[in-house]
DNA sequence: GAGTGGTCTAGACCACGCA
DNA sequence: GCGTGGTCTAGACCACTCC
């Protein structure tokens, strides 16, 4: 039994702007993610096929195929050569991406809090520096943090940036996420190189997070580079694995 | 100080197929991921622009681009528009991808070895019936294995496997992962939602993983689908945190 | 054989960063 | 102003799957 193809109204797709600064492919992708997640175009479903959407649409074949990969490369579609593209989840996950604790508790509607517990300049130990990629016994700024959500605590969060950022405060900490005050300071950051793994909590852990000595607890490493390629923050962090856990959508290249 | 252009010579891509079955996108990536895993391409150098390599190449610009977007999703390089193309990481790190844990090992150089603890039909319970999008109850392959990376336990595993792969025999299952067995059967797994966390061990993991009763474990549930979007596989996995860990790298679309 | 996605070409114009 | 990557066009041929 051949798959139903689900073709869209060209009325989804009605307020495309062909001049405008964003990219005419992502504007498609959207309404196409828009119209999996609604529901609109079923899961399981086949999607009209690219040349024909095109046509359609009167857009060259590599723009549709770029909007649709967008959505594949995000675990909603799959495309099969001589098949077609269907839908194969009806709900996105995207916590593994290259965001902070903080906006992912935002995004799920939780009210998170931030004590900084400590910010202060240091040397660098022999494992932070390697991971910066600076001399050991070179200044750094090292930061420590305590992540609530609904104010039950769930990560505790040691952080070294480069001393050129010593400026940041603590206020500035508490109402945002770290990597959300880099971007305020022009600094973005595309690539990290991130490890996780678990643990017995210390006794001190244990305490901020209130939980009981030797609890396990999930741990997340990462080393984050700037557009340039350098190291700009290592941070290590541990999480209270009742209240959190990542969560991702795996798709073959 | 502007960054030191590297310009490959020619003969790095001397034996380019252009007519075989492998894509020449393909064959120019790999070209320069092996340059720059060399080391020829240094760490923090600026690669050739797309269009001048294109020209040496007698290639046009979309395919060169294509082979220098592949680098980027996989985290070694990094674009910038105005600026150019730049290497960030000298190494790759891929063992988040979909591949198996006995995959992983082979690649590290370890030798794996896998104990089928148990191999039977049982009547799915509420939560594996939910993830392989069947009824509560219905029958389901219910496989266990224990791990060994270097004849030290590594990870206990749980699978539940829909029905019509009931054919396999434990002797399948010692010599190879799960994964590599299900693609010898036609099934190509393409997507999989995965979900990481922690948690003490049970008294039966302890003895089996050969740790301290409530010692952490690190945790991985995964639910894999197939080319159509069906369920098609349930796992529960838990690993000793001292042997593995996940590792990732982490790109900013 | 018909229909699908996968690849490739040979151009074009634009936005952005830098000198 | 110049060089870079980002986007887009309008085609083409091929490999694969299904009927």
């Known amino acids: 039994m051949r798959k139903t193809e689900v073709v869209l109204p060209l009325s ?17 992708s ?24 095109g046509t359609r649409l009167s857009l060259s074949r590599p723009t549709i195929r770029k909007a649709i990969q967008t959505l594949v490369d995000n675990g909603l579609l799959v495309r099969r050569r001589g098949v077609g593209t269907q839908v194969v989840h009806g709900q996105l996950n995207r916590s593994m991406e290259l965001t902070s604790l903080y906006e992912d508790l935002v995004r799920a509607g939780k009210k998170p809090r931030t004590t900084v517990l400590s910010l202060e300049i240091v040397r660098a130990e022999k494992p932070v520096a390697r991971q910066l990629s600076i001399s050991t016994g070179s200044e750094v700024l090292k930061i420590e943090r305590l992540r609530f959500s609904n104010n039950t605590p769930v990560a505790l969060m040691t952080n070294y940036l480069l001393i050129q950022f010593r400026k940041v405060s603590k206020k500035e900490l508490q109402n945002q996420g770290l990597y959300q005050w ?19 909590a210390t006794k001190q852990e244990a305490n901020l997070l209130e939980v009981d000595n030797g609890f396990p607890l999930l741990t997340m490493d990462r080393t984050a580079f700037d557009d340039g390629g350098m190291a700009i923050e290592y941070g290590q962090h541990c999480y209270r694995p009742d209240l959190y856990s ?8």
């Not at 989804?12 to 498609?28: C, K, M």
């Not at 990542?246 to 290249?253: A, D, G, P, S």
């Open 246 to 253: 990542f969560e991702t959508i795996l798709v073959k290249r």
């Open 182 to 200: 880099l971007r305020s300071q022009g600094v973005s950051v595309r690539v990290a190189q991130q490890k996780i793994g678990a643990r017995k």
């Open 12 to 28: 989804a797709f009605s307020d495309l702007e062909r001049t405008g600064p964003v990219p005419i492919h992502h504007q498609i």
């Open 30 to 53: 959207q309404r196409l993610e828009k119209a999996i997640l609604s529901g609109e175009i079923p899961v399981g479903s086949r999607l009209e096929n690219e040349v024909s959407l």
